[in-house]
């Protein structure tokens, strides 16, 4: 049953989708990389730099305007995420700069012989900065995918003792779309008392995130991922980085949610990344409480974009030479990403004809490099990645379809 979306509408708020290339629109089917921004978002930002461009904590209307922008910002995201508390959002440069923060402060706190677990199916941004405790003599356990781009459960299970200190996760794959258990993931690591940081960069961007039911200790995202500016935000468990010496200049707050904060923040981003919450509201069929049009909003986007990358998956595996990777679209719950090779064409190569004709989309390995390797593409270019928002359409989809078939012809 098809959902009932206005996409005329959401597309008429994206000054970027006016582009042509030779003539053809463009078809952004590039989003795990990042979304196009609506033109309130843009607005946002420029009303800041406009009115009240000023650092915070001065006594004028500039400052005092400003640090209202940095709460409105912190409100904005707790309630995209399902928390009570705007305290437990700190914002940062990017999700990666940020995880490496939270990397080293809890690194303060590791004993030789620690255990920490990350996965092969993970952005290496939730790998990485993990790695590095094996600096303080952590001992890192790796949870192996299986054939089918999901993660190997018994196995990961079975990694799991009274020495693991912190799991890091990813909510969903950004290479294939595989959205990981993460609720048994938490029922874990809290009959251990381990961390659990929980990747949820491709993740919130598609569908309901409730912290407060899933209770992380830490969540990552991008808020360009949805819409918004390069901004990072984190989720800190409340108490959570209390419990954490962080890096931070003598006068800078030693409470959540600015201990983890380095450095005067993006005002005009923070701006940016509210306005960007307001939309996706925006979209909701619904009134009420900006959680509850959140919700609604994001349950219409998780099924629109599905009819979108299940009318791709249908068409792909018509397609001779196409194999693609991941679970299967139908049934099950993913992020409406699609990646696939084609037998003759390098990734790169086709990524290149489909962008001259106006068709964005990725190539590579999208840094989750182990899970590209595990499948057996790191020395074949990796994948060409389609993915979607709610700005795209059916026909772009069969621009794309119509584009790899007259690639078979040429």
């Not at 952004?28 to 904590?57: C, K, R, W």
């Not at 190569?349 to 190539?363: E, S």
Request: with cysteine; proline share 5%.
């Amino acid at each position: 049953m098809e959902t009932i979306f206005d996409v005329a509408a959401c597309r008429g708020q994206f000054p970027s989708l006016r582009r042509k290339i030779d003539g053809n629109p463009v078809a952004y089917l590039d989003g795990p990389g990042g979304t196009q921004i609506p033109q309130s978002v843009m607005e946002a930002m420029m009303d800041y730099y406009l009115q009240s461009n000023a650092n915070t904590h001065g006594q004028f209307a500039a400052s005092r305007e400003t640090t209202a922008v940095v709460e409105a910002a912190r409100v904005a995201m707790a309630a995209m995420l399902g928390a009570e508390d705007p305290a437990t959002i700190s914002f940062g440069a990017n999700m990666t700069t940020l995880n490496f923060s939270l990397a080293r402060a809890v690194a303060r706190s590791i004993q030789p012989g620690d255990e920490v677990v990350v996965t092969d199916l993970d952005h290496d941004a939730n790998v990485a900065p993990w790695l590095t405790l094996a600096e303080r003599g952590a001992v890192i356990r790796r949870v192996p995918v299986r054939s089918d781009a999901t993660l190997d459960m018994d196995a990961f299970a079975g990694l799991l003792n009274s020495k693991t200190r912190l799991v890091a996760v990813g909510y969903a794959s950004n290479a294939v779309g595989t959205v990981n258990d993460v609720y048994t993931v938490r029922r874990w690591t809290r009959e251990l008392g381990a961390w659990m940081v929980l990747d949820g960069v491709h993740f919130v961007p598609h569908g309901v995130v409730d912290v407060k039911r899933l209770d992380p200790d830490f969540l990552l995202c991008s808020a360009y991922k949805f819409f918004g500016p390069h901004v990072g935000v984190l989720y800190s468990r409340t108490g959570a980085l209390a419990q954490l010496n962080t890096d931070r200049v003598r006068p800078q707050r030693a409470t959540a949610p600015e201990r983890i904060e380095t450095g005067t923040l993006n005002h005009a981003a923070l701006a940016g990344v509210t306005a960007a919450v307001q939309f996706i509201a925006g979209l909701s069929p619904t009134s009420g409480s900006l959680r509850a049009r959140l919700v609604a909003a994001m349950d219409w986007v998780y099924a629109y974009e599905h009819e979108l990358v299940d009318q791709l998956y249908r068409g792909l595996q018509d397609m001779p030479g196409i194999r693609l990777y991941g679970p299967p679209v139908s049934g099950e719950l993913r992020a409406p990403t699609l990646s696939f090779t084609l037998e003759g064409a390098t990734p790169e190569t086709l990524a290149r004809y489909l962008g001259d004709k106006g068709i964005y989309v990725w190539d590579g390995d999208f840094y989750a490099i182990t899970v590209i390797k595990e499948l057996g593409l790191a020395n074949r270019g990796g994948l060409v990645r389609v993915g979607f928002a709610p700005y795209n359409t059916s026909n772009e989809v069969e621009r794309l379809l119509l584009a790899l078939s007259e690639w078979k012809h040429r």
